[in-house]
T-cell receptor, first 114, second 113 residues
């Protein structure tokens, strides 16, 4: 069983730039959620994708956007990067429609904004 | 909105000591409750879960019981090992909609030999 994989593992950007992070879901999973984890904090929900559409969103501005592809993989895009966007970005996959199905996490992408 | 409050860390124990990490939650519905563990440089791993009141989740010697009356889900282990050193997150997931996870702030645990 292939787990959740994320790329790249580390990324350095400057303010105002744009970034794309990628996630491949665990085999058999059809739902992908993205979380932002600031240093020393718990992860915060950004949004979730199911059937290639956004299926719930946390308190993040529109410059955070995403995509899901037919193979259930997903991208997180962040425009106009700000210093506060420096964080570990975690992707989690699960199977929608299965009650209380836990989410399985990748190792994350660490994004640093200079 | 829903929220999770965890015991503040860091927590430092000696090997074979008893561990308790407190977790309380606020939720409007009937959430599922989880403990996740994060080792250095890694993502989150599911440690255990409970989906309804009085359920006990257990894994690798860790246990937590879903207490609806006290809105708590405290993590316990009878005898910790150095390899248990990590950050532990309590989380809830509502049963509706996107089933997003709401996390506590995490508790850093260090076990000394």
């Amino acid at each position: 069983e292939t787990g959740v994989t994320q790329s790249p593992t580390h990324l350095i950007k400057t303010r105002g730039q744009q970034v794309t992070l990628r996630c491949s879901s665990q085999s058999g999973h059809n739902t992908v959620s993205w979380y932002q984890q600031a240093l020393g904090q718990g992860p915060q929900f950004i949004f979730q994708y199911y059937r290639e559409e956004e299926n719930g969103r946390g308190n993040f501005p529109p410059r955070f956007s995403g995509l899901q592809f037919p193979n259930y993989s997903s991208e997180l895009n962040v425009n106009a990067l700000e210093l506060d966007d420096s964080a570990l970005y975690l992707c989690a996959s699960s199977k929608q429609g299965v009650t209380n199905q836990p989410q399985h996490f990748g190792d994350g992408t660490r994004l640093s904004i200079l | 909105g829903d929220s999770v409050t965890q015991m503040e860390g860091p927590v430092t124990l000696s090997e074979e000591a008893f561990l308790t990490i407190n977790c309380t939650y606020t939720a409007t519905g009937y959430p599922s409750l989880f403990w996740y563990v994060q080792y250095p440089g890694e993502g989150l791993q599911l440690l255990l879960k409970a989906t309804k009141a009085d359920d006990k989740g257990s894994n690798k010697g860790f246990e937590a019981t879903y207490r609806k009356e006290t809105t708590s889900f405290h993590l316990e282990k009878g005898s910790v090992q150095v390899s248990d050193s990590a950050v532990y997150f309590c989380a809830l997931s509502d049963s509706q909609g996107a089933q997003k996870l709401v996390f506590g702030q995490g508790t850093r645990l260090t076990i000394n030999p």
